[in-house]
């Protein structure tokens, strides 16, 4: 079934691109005037003609989006005009950054996922059960940029404690070597706003494994509690976790719009919503496909590593 799921993958890239482009031609931004700014007025509409013929904004939607793929498909990504360089190099540029913060922000999130539903669900109902839903009740119904707004003000106005801007020094190219000290407060802003379904999942998950047949016998096999919660309770309740991982990729994406964003991190996020608000379609064209395409595959990737804990479940 993998085969069927990529064709359908690839058959929904097609559809979001075309109704994409088609969304855009009834938008009311016109990217001949955002191209020449302030200097709109000074040129001929034969020099506007010329000038959006070289652009390729002169023919119908349709026949953008067909010498798009064409494109796509030859390598060529176009050019971006807020970065004045190939949307490639941009990609490449910024890929990196936004997979550092994503993978970090995901870990930790697992991380405390994972301890705090386990804790809580040693003694369901108790006070550590109620806190933790509390917890993730109150997390799902803070926007995250609450959270972003919050850590700039406690860690750069209160605290001096770490920097809460850019991947680098003022002055200085953002490099992988040097990004820890700014890799914090993103990151954790990144892990708390997506972590509501997460830790819930994880909470409910463990109580049921904890009252499985498969852990009530391991327990009257007289197998310690730390083996059966390892080796028993565990497994079982990463299913549950790692299906709604996949299904909520998305909210994660959004999560990164809104973090990099607040945070000036050098990452393909924030170069969507500086597309976004230039009308840079070469490159807010690009970035939606992939950002479909990697939220589809997540999906995917979910249902494989469920199949990979249960091999019982082979239908993907």
Known sequence: MVGWRMFTI???TVVVTFIMFGLAALSPFDPLAHYLGSSYGDYTEA???????ALGVDVPWYHQWLRWWTDVLTGDLGWSRV???????VIVERLPWTILLSATGLLLMLVIATILGVWSARRPGGVVDK??????VFIAATPSYVYALGTVLLFAIFLHAIPVGGASPVGYAPRLGTVGPYLIAPAIVLAISQLS????????????????PAVANAR???IKERTVLIKHVLPMSMMPLVTLLGARLGELVVGAVIVETVFSWP??????????????FPLLAFITVATTVVVMLGSLAS???YMLIDPRVSDV
């Not at 379904?197 to 499985?212: H, K, N």
């Open 10 to 12: 690839a058959v929904t």
């Open 47 to 53: 020099e506007r003609e010329k000038i959006a013929a």
């Open 83 to 89: 970065y004045n360089k190939p949307v490639s190099a």
């Open 131 to 136: 806190a933790v839903n509390a917890l993730g």
């Open 197 to 212: 379904w997460p830790l819930l999942t994880m909470q409910q998950a463990t109580v049921e494994a904890t009252r499985s």
């Open 220 to 222: 009257l096999r007289g």
């Open 267 to 280: 990452g393909l996020a924030q170069a969507t919503v500086e597309s976004a608000i230039a009308v840079d």
């Open 303 to 305: 249902d494989l590593s």
